[in-house]
């Protein structure tokens, strides 16, 4: 969004500079209308933006009796920083939300993709499938959360399905073993966001060139090749859109694993976005959260830029 | 090389009828073009014959060989798409590798093959190139080449021009017939334009609503259409067709066309059979083969288009409405009374009941 908001008004100052002849009526009405957009974009981005970048190199707390805008009393020489660089709960946390990343989105990109295979053709009772399989998507994913609570417990569904299944009585705690609670969390979040990959990558199947993959057949290649040479390369900006976005939302992962484990047990769960929460509202050291926040937007900034570049060149080959 | 033999062959979606028992025989080698309006069964027969849908009854003879079961990969038939189908998201290179690459051949032969055909179609320069930005002319020889490389022995082409600028299409229309020169290869072309089939067809099998109506050259077909439809629907305009009933008069037999009177005599040659076959008939002649005279069929001019190299004069109304093609301008103007003749030998009696033409003897 900055970035939009950057090239326009890039774009008018230019206009407004370059042309003292123009500099009238065109150019002032375009500022004049696209003015509102701005200061708007100013105040729900830029501003909250300083503030956090502020905050960061300070030792402000809401409990230290300054108004934020005072935190300049407070400031502690990039303190906030060098001791991100060192804190081994902040980086374990971000180890941990990779882990749940490289685990979640590939299984989900290749559910999802399989799934969309599948639904690109025609067979009995499809669109009930369907619905039914678009339904975890809609779930609030805090009722997605107890409810993956509830099944995981150890009196719990899953327990009684595998004691059925082994024709052992089965007892295992899932959510109070630190392997088992991290693989229960990526389960939920994979059952929820599946659908999603299933969505978009549908889309985008049901767009590859019908004639092309019958001039493949005609020439020859078999089922396995046609979606090898033809489906995924034509679906490859597609892909990238819908790995980007769940790479992105997955980095975030919260609301479902805080009901389901809160983190626990110990940090045995703890994602970035947990441990930040757990910051603010438990330690109340604001000025390191905002240190640690700008950071993770830093670097997921480059990834998304990073994403729009492979994009536009994929785009440029499809 | 393969000639192509359809027996019996039917097709239905549901309760449709696509085709209705069609029988034709494509030589070895020869160009023959499915024509007809859109609808008529001419792309289900075509996509048939490539495997594409399987037929509900009837056979596909590629030579002696059945093609029943036979999946479409493994007809050894080249297909050109409407709109190419070029693999977008590759070269000019890997589009034709793509057939010889997917069967396994060694990386030498695959780049001997691609260098010769695109040597064949000039396509050497081009190789290297994306295949998202190519003109149509180019996109026309990749879609072949791509086809040619495994050396099918039929050729199938589904309206390739259909997309094309008029300007552009007589240019692609002279290449596409150089191309088959060199191919050697049995051709089917289903297109819509008679034009089309016209110059580039060594046959033309004429279809309607799933029947097929004429196969033969396209000057037969033109000269001699087997029913009314063909009639009507080959030339540009099509043939003029005129109710009415024999009648003997001192100068032979002749078409009694009610309000406008009576035709010339009929040639020698037709008059037994038309006598024969009594009952209302269609009376026809090619609006090309017109002549202005003081004896034959007086009209009223209802509309003169003036195209440049040659007027058309529509004459009458309704269902007595005549078109005659005249190299010049004949300086014919709205509400004048024209005499038009047909020329004697350009004269075809059609069965008004059955629609089938009636044959000199």
Known sequence: MSAVTATI???????????????????????????????????????????????????????????????????????????????????????????????????????????????????????????????????????????????????????????????????????????????????????????????????????????????????????????????????????????????????????????????GPGVATETISVYIYKLTTQDLIWGYVAAIALAILIVLSIAAVFAMKRMAAARQEA | MSAIHLQNLVKKFGDFTALKTMDLAIADGEFMALLGPSGCGKSTTMNMIAGMEEPTNGKILFGERDMAGVPMGRRGVGFVFQNYAIFTHMTVRQNLAYGPRMRGAAKAEIDRRVGAIAEMLQLTSLLDRKADRLSVNILQRVAIGRSAIMEPAIFLLDEPLSNVDAAFRAVMRTELKQLQRQFKQTMVYVTHDQLEAMTMADRIAVMDHGVLQQVGTPLEVYNNPANVFVARFIGSPGMNLLKGRPAESDRGLVIDLGPLGVTPPLPDDLAPAVRAARGDVLYGFRPEQVTLSDRGLSMPVSFVERIGARTIVHLGESESAVKAVFENDVGLAIGQTAIVAPAASSVRVFDAATGQAIKAD
């Open chain 1, 9 to 263: 008004s890039e774009d008018v100052m230019k206009t407004v500079q370059a042309k003292p002849a123009l500099r009238d009526e065109g150019a002032k009405l375009g500022f004049r209308l696209t003015l509102p957009a701005q200061i708007l974009v100013l105040f729900i981005a830029v501003f909250p933006l300083l503030m956090q970048l502020y905050i960061s190199l300070t030792d402000w707390s809401p409990l230290s009796g300054l108004g934020w805008w005072n935190a300049w009393s407070l400031w502690n020489n990039f303190a906030n920083y060098t001791d991100l660089a060192v804190d081994a709960r902040f980086w374990s946390a971000l180890k941990r939300t990779a882990i749940v990343m490289i685990v979640c989105v590939p299984a989900e990109f290749l559910m999802g993709l399989a799934l969309a295979t599948l639904f690109a053709d025609e067979f009995p009772g499809k669109r009930i499938f369907y619905s039914i399989l678009l339904m975890p998507m809609m779930v609030v994913p805090a009722v997605a959360g107890y409810m993956f609570f509830m099944l995981f417990q150890s009196g719990g569904p899953v327990n009684d399905i595998l004691s059925a299944l082994s024709g052992f009585p089965v007892t295992i705690a899932w959510l109070s073993d630190p392997t088992l609670a991290l693989i229960a969390v990526m389960v939920a979040d994979i059952w929820q966001w599946t659908p999603l990959m299933f969505l978009i990558l549908l889309a985008g199947l049901v767009g590859v060139p019908e004639d092309q993959i019958k001039a493949a057949t005609l020439l020859g290649a078999n089922p396995w090749q046609r979606f090898i040479t033809i489906v995924l390369p034509k679906m490859k900006t597609i892909i990238i859109i819908a790995l980007a976005i769940r790479v992105i939302e997955n980095f975030k992962i919260f609301d479902t694993l805080y009901i389901m484990t809160g983190g």
